[in-house]
Every structure is written in C-alpha cells, then in structure tokens.
C-alpha cells in the first residue's frame, strides 16, 4: 500500500493517523506541492482531482482523506471505526461532511492562511472555525465519540486532525471543555501518532 503524502497536510495526517491506529502499514510517498507535482499527469493517474491524500492499495487508486478512511475502515479494520448499521452509518456521513464543509473551510482554512501565509480572509475562516467547535462541543457534551458509539469511529479520526492543530490558525481550542476531553481521548488510544511539528 503507498500514501501519496505531504507531511504537514492535515488531510494526510487523517490517514497516517488512522492506519497508525489499526495498525496498518503503508509506503509515504512525498508529493512536492510546492513543485506543482500534484498537478502533473503521474499523479493525476492516481488522483485525478490533483489533491493529496492519495492511495494506491493493489489495483484501487483513491483520492479524499474521507473517502480513503471509509476503504481503510472496511478492508482492514475493527468494525466499530465504521460501523454498517443505518443510524450510525447516517451520523457518520454527517461527520464526514462537516469535515470537508465547516471544518475544512474554517479550521483548516485559518492554518492556510495564518500559518503557511496564503491570501484569503481569516476572520471570516476563524468565525467558520469558532462555528464548528461550537457545534463539536455541544455533541460531546452528551457523547464520548462523535457518531455516539461506545467507541471512536472514522468520524472522529475525520474531524480530529485540524481540531488539534486550531491553534495553528489563531484558534483556541482550550475555551471548548468538551473537545478538549475529546483530544485527550483520541491521543490516548493505543498506536495514535502525532502530527510533525511546523
Ligand atoms: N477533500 C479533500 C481535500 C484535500 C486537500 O485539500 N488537499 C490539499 C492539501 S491538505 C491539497 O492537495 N491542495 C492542493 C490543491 O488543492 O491544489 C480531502 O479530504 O482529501
């Protein structure tokens, strides 16, 4: 298996982090973004929305951390990170949205622009991002995993990655008691790997 990888993307740290977590090895492969390789027909071979994360497992290439982590989940893992039943299939779904929506145009968006210093609108991405911890606090007010199963789910490992690295993009998750616990939670389970540092 190889993961076409950038070391401080969040969307990769979604997969290194969840095939640390069950235990499954793959190749990094590093993409020079800064290159512009992402964008050159080698890798839209594999990925041809031009994005990283990608994977390559025997004849399957798949793009999308959201979309590789439901595959990881259900060719290799304990059932209980993506379980089939209907309602916790529809929480899950509902996760995995919020992070490409609110926590990809929010979270992530401020570390875009703060840390790696590209052009757009903080404010109005760390409003986005305050919105989305407002929201993750109040379900884990009631709920010790987000699709409210008695254990961790892709869905927490889809949100978690921007969540820890808010502070990044100006944020301050520590004013959210419930998603600290959260973190806590998640760093705590057994193979969890952190992100490299900046
Ligand atoms: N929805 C995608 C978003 C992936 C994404 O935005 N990847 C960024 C790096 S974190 C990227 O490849 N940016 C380069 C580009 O979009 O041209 C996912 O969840 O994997």
């Given at each position: 298996?190889?993961?076409?990888?950038v070391?401080?993307?969040g969307?990769?740290y979604k997969?290194?982090?969840?095939?640390?977590?069950?235990g499954?090895?793959?190749?990094?492969?590093p993409?020079?973004l800064m290159?512009?390789?992402?964008?050159r027909?080698?890798?839209?071979a594999?990925?041809p929305?031009?994005?990283?994360p990608?994977?390559e497992d025997?004849e399957?290439?798949?793009g999308?951390?959201?979309?590789?982590l439901?595959?990881?989940a259900?060719r290799?893992?304990?059932?209980?990170?993506n379980?089939q039943?209907?309602?916790?299939?529809?929480?899950?779904?509902?996760?995995?949205s919020f992070?490409?929506n609110?926590?990809?145009?929010?979270?992530?968006?401020?570390?875009v622009i703060q840390l790696?210093?590209?052009?757009g609108d903080?404010p109005a991405a760390q409003a986005?991002?305050?919105?989305?911890?407002?929201?993750?606090?109040?379900?884990?007010?009631?709920?010790r995993w987000?699709?409210?199963t008695?254990?961790?789910s892709?869905a927490?490992?889809?949100v978690y990655?921007?969540v820890a690295?808010?502070s990044?993009?100006g944020?301050?998750?520590?004013g959210?008691?419930?998603?600290?616990d959260?973190l806590?939670?998640i760093?705590?389970?057994?193979g969890?790997i952190?992100?490299?540092a900046?």
């Open positions: 298996m190889k993961l076409h990888d070391a401080l993307s969307n990769c997969v290194r982090l969840f095939l640390g977590l069950i499954q090895k793959a190749e990094l492969v993409v020079d290159g512009g390789a992402h964008k027909p080698a890798f839209l594999i990925n929305r031009g994005q990283v990608a994977l025997g399957l290439r798949l999308d951390s959201h979309a590789i439901v595959y990881l259900l290799y893992a304990e059932p209980h990170w379980p039943d209907a309602v916790t299939q529809g929480r899950i779904a509902n996760w995995l992070s490409a609110e926590v990809q145009h929010g979270l992530a968006q401020t570390r790696f210093k590209r052009p903080l986005k991002g305050r919105h989305a911890l407002e929201l993750l606090d109040a379900t884990l007010a009631d709920h987000l699709a409210q008695d254990e961790p892709i927490d490992i889809a990655p921007y690295l808010a990044e993009g944020l301050e998750p520590s959210y008691p419930y998603v600290q959260w806590g939670r760093r705590a389970l057994p969890y952190a992100q490299p900046f």
